[in-house]
C-alpha cells in the first residue's frame, strides 16, 4: 500500500473531489455574485489546481508536500510524467493566487484576471483528470 494506510483511489478520489469544488466555486462567485470577489475567485482557482496536482502525486504513491508552490508541485508531477511541461506555464501563473489574495491590499487583480484563473485552472484540473483516467 506505499506511503498511504488508506486506499490510494480513495485519496486521489478525495483530493479531486475537493479540486473540482474549489473550480465550481470559483465559477459560481464569477457568475452569480456583484460586485465580483475578483481575489477569492482566483485563489479557488488556484487551490482546484494545487488539489488536482498533489492527486496526481498521491497515485503515484508520492506523499504530497504541504506547499501551495504549484511550480514545485509541476514539477515533481514532471518528475514522474515529463508531459507535466505542458501546463507548467499555467500553474505559473496561478501559482501567485496561493496566499497574497487572502489579505487585503497585497495584491492588484483585475476582472480578465479571474477569467484567466478559471480558464487556467480548468485546463490543469482537466488535462490531471485525463491523465489520471488512462
Same mark, same amino acid.
Given at each position: #500500500?506505499?506511503?498511504?494506510y /488508506?486506499d490510494?483511489?480513495?485519496i486521489?478520489?478525495?483530493?479531486l473531489?475537493f479540486s /473540482?469544488t474549489?473550480?465550481d466555486? =470559483?465559477?459560481?462567485? @464569477?457568475g452569480? #455574485?456583484n460586485?465580483? !470577489?475578483?481575489?477569492i475567485?482566483?485563489?479557488? @482557482?488556484?487551490? +482546484? ?5 498533489k =492527486?496526481?502525486?498521491?497515485q503515484?504513491?508520492i506523499?504530497p !508536500? ?9 514539477? /515533481?508531477?514532471?518528475e514522474?510524467?515529463? &508531459?507535466?511541461?505542458?501546463i507548467?506555464? +499555467?500553474?505559473?501563473r496561478l501559482?501567485? *493566487?496561493s496566499? #497574497?489574495?487572502?489579505y !487585503? *491590499?497585497?495584491?492588484?487583480?483585475t476582472? +480578465?484576471?479571474t477569467?484567466? =484563473?478559471?480558464?487556467? =485552472? @480548468?485546463?490543469?484540473v ?6 489520471l &483516467?488512462?
Amino acid at each position: #500500500m506505499g506511503l498511504f494506510y /488508506m486506499d490510494i483511489t480513495e485519496i486521489v478520489t478525495q483530493w479531486l473531489r475537493f479540486s /473540482m469544488t474549489d473550480l465550481d466555486v =470559483a465559477k459560481q462567485l @464569477s457568475g452569480n #455574485m456583484n460586485p465580483r !470577489p475578483l481575489e477569492i475567485i482566483c485563489f479557488h @482557482s488556484q487551490q +482546484s489546481a494545487e488539489k488536482a496536482l498533489k =492527486a496526481f502525486l498521491v497515485q503515484n504513491d508520492i506523499l504530497p !508536500p504541504k506547499t501551495h508552490d504549484l511550480n514545485q508541485l509541476c514539477e /515533481m508531477c514532471g518528475e514522474i510524467d515529463n &508531459s507535466f511541461d505542458e501546463i507548467a506555464a +499555467s500553474c505559473g501563473r496561478l501559482n501567485r *493566487y496561493s496566499v #497574497m489574495p487572502r489579505y !487585503p *491590499y497585497e495584491i492588484d487583480i483585475t476582472e +480578465s484576471d479571474t477569467d484567466i =484563473a478559471i480558464q487556467r =485552472a @480548468s485546463e490543469i484540473v482537466e488535462w490531471i483528470n485525463e491523465i489520471l &483516467s488512462k
